[in-house]
């Protein structure tokens, strides 16, 4: 559930301009490009990356590809005449071509061009669509991922019957997400190519297998990866179904060899998920990420090695106590980068190895260091010959690539993609305090001003309560919560890294699990009170809000918040446990979190403590419901029966339900919607 909001950022911005008078507003914030999926090339000297660009009135968006170089020098559009989305852009070994994929002809297909975008011409013409495509190394062959149908529907079984609208369910993980099961299954293909052509068949590696690759529903292209020599693809597979896959995080990586078609599972008795393998240069280890606990999601990342000739397998960072991602090579196989959650920020750090040799390589806490400072968030690295790229972001700026030193850290910004608009944005300070919590222990908690903040006035103030609920509130730039907008709305934002938010040390991380409205809800407490205390909150004008496990707090904190707040929104909030865990869908979650199901004797204490319907008789403050249809991880029943218990008691309420989103609002008018219901009715309560 560490998904459940997002996503789902305060670094300066280098391009301050003298005429910042315009506040961010929600149709600005779908006026920004979004930056994602960097690649470069094979000589380090071009970066490939795509910018999706949202139109409001067509209610969609497009996605180009733009090439620019390394040393400085205008971006180009290679697409700019594709007329339909690019993405799952990379480029060709030998640096001559651009893969992506594009739905022109009607499918999602394999596209070449050339890094100037001349020469476009359509490569594949399967019947079926392709994702998740790759080269090999060697060029002789590419990868793709693919529907594959092999469950049987009712109108299959009852063939005189092809109106009938029904399903008949007999296991566990019939829906996931935002999805119902739809009968296939995502599997891996490899097929020959050479110079632009498919030269022959393509081959279903997991043929028959009622499995996914990569895993649903957020797993992507870095689940699957090619051997230096291509003589194996290695992905990463939970192979296990219904029942099982609902109640394990049991994920292992497979190699599958293309001379024989044998597959052996690599991480065989590793529990918990094992995910994200990258190959060293020379193909003789591979380096993950592992989780040791299994059925818990949100345990620490581990950074593990295993041995291509011998099969064995250490672990490099079980003595650091921080959770690894985005993991990267170093150019000589001496080293390892990665990506690091530290005090409510996302750094860059390095490992050294000081060896290539697997059995001399001993990782001891001073061959780890950080790299990055700063208020802001790296989500993603490559190496660009000598220099490391990476995507960051924060408060107060949307994604940018930035070039890193990998020898002192120094970063400098390489992409400058909404310059013009974040010119002309004033945007609010954002602030870190620490606040002593119920407990007696420090809590960083970003405190967000409007932009000319005068101390001098009163300002209403919203607590912002995170979801996840180990889900860290960082440096993040988001296109729902964006900390920014509701401080142009002129509140002041309080944001604490509560407990069970990782960055803090993995003891901090786990201690939410089973104690949902314990230590957790006392942490939002002490912020909000600590900042109150200025005398430029008005601490008559305070509202809470949030989604998911925020909009959780926010329905717990109504029955028990002693006359703090005077409104409340939450958003696709668990408001039931006992009817949350039988209408949810990935059980390894609510087991963990909640200590199993509510019928086991003796019974759980969360189902008791802490589920929000048990105080309802308490509430007495006016609150906005949110929730949408296709919500499967928190289903729209928890955010109806926290509505129906407002309205039964005269409590002021409204519920606003979006029949075609999720757990996120995803289109453009839906999201300026939400944004303005969120602030009319912030506005009548707290101005």
């Known amino acids: 559930m560490k998904y459940l909001v997002f996503i789902y950022l305060f670094t300066a911005i280098p391009f301050i301009s003298f005429a910042q008078t315009e506040r961010l507003s929600p149709e600005k914030l779908w006026q920004l490009e979004r930056l994602s999926d960097e690649q470069v090339s094979p000589n380090g000297a071009l970066v490939l990356y795509g910018i999706t660009k949202y139109e409001l009135e067509a209610n969609a968006g497009e996605r180009d590809l733009y090439v620019q170089p390394i040393d400085g020098g205008e971006a180009v559009n290679i697409t700019d005449n594709l007329s339909s989305s690019a993405g799952n852009a990379r480029w060709r070994p030998d640096g001559k071509k651009i893969g992506f994929l594009c739905s022109r002809s009607g499918r999602s297909q394999l596209w070449e061009v050339n890094p100037d975008g001349t020469d476009l011409k359509q490569v594949t013409d399967f019947d079926y669509s392709i994702a998740n495509f790759a080269y090999a190394p060697t060029q002789g062959y590419i990868s793709f991922t693919s529907e594959v149908t092999l469950d049987e529907t009712l109108n299959d079984k009852y063939p005189d019957l092809p109106q009938a609208d029904a399903r008949l369910i007999d296991d566990l993980m019939y829906r996931h997400w935002d999805s119902w099961h739809n009968y296939s299954y995502s599997h891996l293909f490899f097929v020959p190519y050479q110079d632009g052509k498919i030269t022959g068949e393509a081959i279903d590696i997991m ?31 939970k192979k296990s179904e219904g029942k099982e896959y609902a109640t394990s995080t049991n994920s292992d990586l497979y190699l599958y060899r293309l001379s024989s078609g044998e597959t052996t599972n690599l991480t065989e008795g590793m529990s918990g998920y094992d995910t994200d393998p990258v190959f060293s240069p020379d193909g003789s280890k591979i380096a993950w990420l592992s989780m040791e606990r299994p059925g818990f999601e949100a345990d620490r990342n581990v950074v593990y090695l295993y041995n291509m000739a011998t099969g064995n397998k250490k672990a490099l960072s079980e003595n650091f106590d921080a959770s690894a991602s985005g993991l990267v090579w170093g150019k000589e196989g001496k080293s390892l980068f990665f990506i690091v959650g530290k005090e409510a920020t996302y750094q860059v750090y390095k490992m050294k190895l000081k060896s290539t040799d697997f059995d001399k390589i001993n990782v001891k806490a001073n061959d780890i260091e950080q790299l990055t400072q700063g208020w802001h968030n790296y989500y993603s690295l490559a190496f660009a010959g000598d220099q490391l790229l990476g995507s960051k972001a924060s408060m107060s700026m949307p994604t940018q690539l930035f070039l890193i030193d990998p020898k002192t850290g120094k970063e400098t910004q390489f992409t400058a993609a909404n310059q013009e608009m974040l010119n002309r944005l004033n945007l609010g300070k954002v602030k870190k305090r620490m606040v002593e919590t119920s407990d007696g222990l420090e809590m960083l908690v970003w405190v967000i001003y409007p932009p000319d903040f005068d101390p001098a006035k009163k300002y209403p103030a919203l607590l912002y309560c ?130 199993g199901a509510y019928w086991l004797r003796p019974e759980p204490a969360s189902y008791e403590k802490f589920s929000p319907h048990k105080f309802v008789q308490d509430w007495d403050t006016p609150i906005l419901v949110i929730h949408g249809q296709k919500d499967f991880r928190v289903p729209v029943s928890q955010g109806m029966e926290a509505f129906s218990a407002a309205q039964l008691q005269d409590i002021p309420s409204k519920f606003l339900y979006f029949p075609g989103e999720g757990h996120w609002v995803l289109t453009p008018q839906n999201g300026v919607l939400w944004h303005r219901v969120f602030f009319d009715w912030l506005d009548d309560y707290l101005k």
């Not at 797993?219 to 992905?235: C, F, Q, T």
């Not at 089973?514 to 004008?541: F, N």
């Open 466 to 595: 995170q979801g996840g609920p180990q889900s860290a509130v960082s440096q993040f730039f988001s296109y729902r919560w964006n900390f920014q907008l509701m401080a142009a709305n002129d509140y002041i934002i309080v944001a604490p890294n509560r407990r069970g938010l990782p960055g803090f040390g993995q003891a901090w991380n786990d201690e939410i699990s089973g104690d949902w409205g314990g230590q957790s809800i006392k942490d939002y407490l002490s912020a909000i009170d600590d900042v109150a205390k200025e005398p430029y909150v008005d601490q008559e004008r305070l509202g809470a809000v949030g989604a998911s496990y925020g909009g959780y707090s926010v329905y717990f904190l109504a029955g028990m918040h002693e006359g703090r707040f005077k409104t409340f929104i939450s958003h696709c909030g668990v408001f039931n446990l006992e009817s949350w865990y039988g209408s949810t869908e990935e059980m390894f979650f609510a087991n963990w979190d909640l200590g």
């Open 207 to 237: 043929k028959g297998e009622k499995y996914d690759v990569p895993l649903q529903p957020f797993g992507g292209a870095n689940h699957i990866v090619w051997s230096p020599d291509a003589r194996h693809l290695l992905y990463v597979c």
